[in-house]
């Protein structure tokens, strides 16, 4: 079956960087759009950044020029290099096929001094 497995999450501090990876199995994953999502207490699951199976990208308008989606086909995982982080950007990220009901089981982001 289909598991996507997130890491790289933890605190740190504002102004800071981390790097999420999400390592996929069980599935062709060079043809998948993929994207990283977030949720803040109290808030709806947003979208951050999706990449395309073509590599093309997007990003929500919160984090465009600080984060960056990234994927390697040969090791099956999409990445999420977060620079320049705020605490709003706290949340628990989550990793997610596109066009599918696969999610991770999320990694917590806190950014805090």
């Known amino acids: 079956q289909v598991q996507l497995v997130e890491s790289g999450g933890g605190l740190v501090q504002p102004g800071g960087s981390l790097r999420l990876s999400c390592a996929a199995s069980?599935?062709?994953?060079?043809?998948?759009?993929m994207g990283w999502y977030r949720q803040a207490p109290g808030k709806q699951r947003e979208s951050v950044a999706i990449?395309?199976?073509?590599?093309?990208?997007n990003y929500g308008d919160s984090v465009k020029g600080r984060f960056t989606i990234y994927r390697d086909n040969a090791k099956n995982t999409v990445s999420l290099q977060m620079n320049s982080l705020k605490p709003e950007d706290t949340a628990v990220y989550y990793c997610?096929?596109?066009?599918?009901?696969?999610w991770g089981q999320g990694t917590q982001v806190t950014v805090s001094s």
């Open positions: 997610h096929t596109i066009g599918s009901n696969f």
């Open positions: 990449i395309g199976s073509n590599g093309n990208t």
């Open positions: 069980g599935m062709i994953f060079r043809l998948f759009a």
